[in-house]
């Protein structure tokens, strides 16, 4: 899957989420994993969904020989948004945060590193308890 296909999924499924009366009904829908057990850590459960929406409505830079910044408003076609969707484990030593593409992955079994996790170890091997 690609960023592309990344981006409509998570748009998918916050527009899904936002407006779910019953938003434990629609995980479970979703079929996202809401409890994880990974090699390296004790087990965790989901305890919150964060949808984050940040918008660049301009850009400034140093100006030249002045102190000043160089202010230059977007027009409104070319703001952006950038949406961030986290999911947040618990577990007994701390918490997770997760994205939808290592939920996914996760969930299909596949390696985490492989939807580009940002943790520097590999596992080849899987023990499942």
Known sequence: MNAEELKLLEQA?????QSATDKLGFLRLSG???????????PSKLVEVKVSNTFTVGTAAPGFGSPELVYHPLPSEMITNALQLEFLFLHAKGSETY??????????????????????????????H
């Open 13 to 17: 499924f916050v527009d899904g989420y």
């Open 32 to 42: 996202l994993p809401m409890e994880l057990s990974l090699d390296d850590q004790p």
């Open 99 to 128: 994205s939808l593409a290592q939920l996914l992955a996760i969930r299909d079994g596949r390696d985490l590193d492989e939807a580009a996790h940002d943790h520097a170890h590999a596992h080849d091997h899987h023990h499942h």
